[in-house]
């Protein structure tokens, strides 16, 4: 069975985003600094995603429409 490569990336931003509050957790205070660049990217990899996917909705949407006013 071959599995997909986006399938496997999918995954990668809650596992960052894990592995910082793991970090953030059961770290001594002077080191936990570290752990928050990880989970601010995975958070910010979602967001992203996120609105790309309602652009590309959206500009569908809009070609739907276009279509539909031609006829």
């Not at 496997?8 to 002077?30: D, E, Q």
């Amino acid at each position: 069975m071959k599995i997909d490569k986006s399938f496997i990336l999918s995954f990668v931003a809650p596992i960052m985003i894990l592995v910082s509050i793991i970090g953030l957790i059961s770290r001594p205070n002077h080191k936990k600094i570290f752990y928050l660049p990880i989970g601010l990217i995975g958070i910010f990899i979602i967001l992203e995603k996120d609105v790309t996917r309602k652009l590309n909705r959206q500009r569908m949407l809009e070609k739907i429409k276009s279509y539909r006013k031609v006829r």
